[in-house]
């Protein structure tokens, strides 16, 4: 049974769909929204935030410093939002939250958006950011993790499967909440939990999937990730609410990844809505979930 003040999340859910949910999204709308919404975190105690223009940034990322944080050691957070919004400082507090657990710190970087920029530019930022860590900021790849919500969490696999596909050394860990991986919509949680899902509805899905892919074929890799080959990607952390439309996607992409030999954690938390971590320090169910994804994170990187 969730809490009371996951519940509360559920009803905020539902007022935004009264405004969000129709075919024809209004973007700037939602962009400004989803800003508010995705700070509903508390602010995490002993964590300092400092501004830093890196490749792969529209504007600023956002470094995420815990005090006694080991600084050999950086989460690279991929903020959700559809690929059309969300931003460095909508997910502060969450990433800082998740950092000062895994005892690291974490960089929120502000990867190009659609319908401005379409797939693959979001990739291609965060593989430009992945490699400014390693090639100018001196971080071993076997202590950089990506973690990452909704299309974030999309982002911690097709950047890494990228990021494989140049030669280049993978992170050491991936860790996704209520990914969203099936462009297709083909999974069975789309109606097992259509009437559960307070905020994803599938006809306005089906018009972020067009902005977000354009032209592009949905049998690329880096979009088709539910079949894909993923040998040689890094161990991952899925986590996905029972409630959500998106349940399936995490438990695909873990079927996907162990058929290829990587070590999968999947967390499926009873009735939780979309991204339940947002309120990280406001909910129970939300602060386990990233224990649980620290405490993997930490076990990967050998903090």
């Known amino acids: 049974m969730?809490?009371?003040?996951?519940?509360?999340?559920?009803?905020?859910?539902?007022?935004?769909?009264?405004h969000l949910g129709a075919k024809d999204l209004d973007i700037d709308l939602y962009r400004i929204v989803?800003?508010?919404?995705?700070?509903?975190?508390?602010?995490?105690?002993?964590?300092?935030?400092?501004?830093?223009?890196?490749p792969g940034t529209v504007q600023p990322a956002i470094w995420c410093l815990p005090q006694s944080a080991s600084a050999s050691h950086v989460i690279l957070y991929l903020h959700g939002g559809g690929f059309i919004s969300g931003s460095p400082s909508s997910h502060r507090k969450l990433a800082a939250h998740l950092a000062k657990r895994a005892g690291c710190r974490a960089l929120i970087i502000d990867y190009r958006r659609a319908p401005e920029h379409q797939f693959p530019k979001q990739i291609e930022d965060v593989v430009a950011t992945y490699t400014w860590l390693i090639q100018d900021m001196g971080f071993s790849s076997k202590r950089i993790a990506l973690a990452g919500d909704s299309a974030g969490g999309n982002l911690t696999v097709s950047a890494s499967l990228a990021v494989h596909n140049l030669g280049l050394e993978v992170p050491a860990a991936i860790a996704a909440f209520s990914p969203w991986f099936d462009m297709r919509t083909t999974g069975k949680s789309w109606q097992r939990n259509a009437k559960t899902d307070c905020l994803v509805l599938l006809e306005a899905m089906q018009g972020v999937i067009h902005t977000y892919v354009g032209e592009s074929s949905l049998d690329n890799p880096c979009l088709d990730l539910l079949c894909t080959d993923l040998k040689g990607l890094p161990p991952m952390f899925l986590t996905s609410g029972t409630s959500e439309v998106l349940e399936d996607d995490a438990v695909l992409l873990a079927e996907n990844a162990r058929s290829h030999e990587i070590d999968v954690n999947l967390l499926l938390v009873e009735g939780m809505q979309h991204i339940w971590v947002l309120m990280a320090g406001n909910a129970p169910e939300a602060d386990e979930s990233l224990a649980q994804a620290a405490s993997f994170i930490r076990s990967k990187m050998a903090i």
């Open 2 to 18: 969730p809490s009371r003040q996951s519940r509360l999340m559920e009803e905020t859910y539902v007022r935004l769909n009264k």
């Open 34 to 54: 989803m800003e508010e919404q995705a700070s509903v975190a508390t602010e995490p105690t002993n964590v300092t935030y400092e501004e830093v223009q890196c």
